[in-house]
């Protein structure tokens, strides 16, 4: 919501964040569907779904993102060490995200056509992947989609760096924390992911849970970027972090904790008075069981 907002969707970076946007929205409903599928798992429309529909479209959105990561990326680049105006040629961004689309859609159809639902003897459906007659393929597309952008977010971070280093003016590395972020963020999680995929060979080797844990683990480090999509990209740029103050969400959020505040300190002060009249009423004291109060001051007279 932060990059529709008019200054920022005005930008070359601002289009590239709001189709990355769409992306990581269309990546997390569809990670929500997993539970609809878990409950009606039985149902054969369901899955076919987990059969074929949601590795291909996940996978889709997953690689989309990180090629227009590897722009925004190489836009930081210019805008930071060349000047380059990021109000001009507004309809580039459009036409690169939708072509990024195209070409991670066509390049991964053997994710529907090299997959199988089939019906074992007791009448269960399971889905199966020709991984060995696609496996040159996936190896070619993991270095397309995964150790290029890699590359790329760290000769973005070295230009950088350099441009610092230049200007001898290596203390303001905090004003470049937003290009800086992003690319070390994207970098780390795709690092694991591909470490971890060059270990087991690209599949599950050994028959055990623990390993079974450690692979969804690491598959989900790609879905990462995506899912922290306002911490990665928002937070880190001041810009960008100002725009969400202006939004009605966090006008409202605001609002709505400044009446909740405001409800707890006037239960503080009730609270107060009430623990004031308690001691009060506790100054009188009780002559005997069967008589009335009496004030205490009156009390210590008859004693003495």
Known sequence: MTFIRERIRYTICGIYLINYSICSLVLMILILTNIITVIYYDKYL???WSCYGY????????YTSILISCV????GVFYTCFNFDQFSQLKRPLIISFLSLLIVSIS????????????????????TYKKYSFKYWSIILYYIYIIIPCLIHMICIICVLLLLIKENCFQK????????IPSLFIIFCMFLNGLYLNLFNFCLTYPSNNIN?????????????????YIIYVI???FYIKEFFQMWFYRKLCCCFYNRQRH???????????TRRTSLENNTTISGLDNPYVDSEFYNRIQM
Request: hydrophobic share 50%; charged share 15%.
């Open 108 to 127: 991964n159809l053997d994710k529907i056509f090299g997959r199988s639902l089939l019906i074992d003897q007791s009448g269960n459906f399971y889905c």
């Open 264 to 274: 707890l300190q006037k239960f503080d002060v009730i609270h107060m008075l009430w």
């Open 55 to 62: 590795p291909y479209i996940s996978l889709i959105m997953v």
């Open 213 to 229: 844990r450690l692979h969804i683990i690491f598959i989900f480090l790609l879905y990462t970027p995506q899912v922290f999509t």
């Open 173 to 180: 590395i905090t004003t470049h924390k937003s290009w800086l």
């Open 236 to 238: 880190p740029n001041d």
């Open 72 to 75: 925004i990326a190489i836009e």
């Open 46 to 48: 369901f899955q076919l």
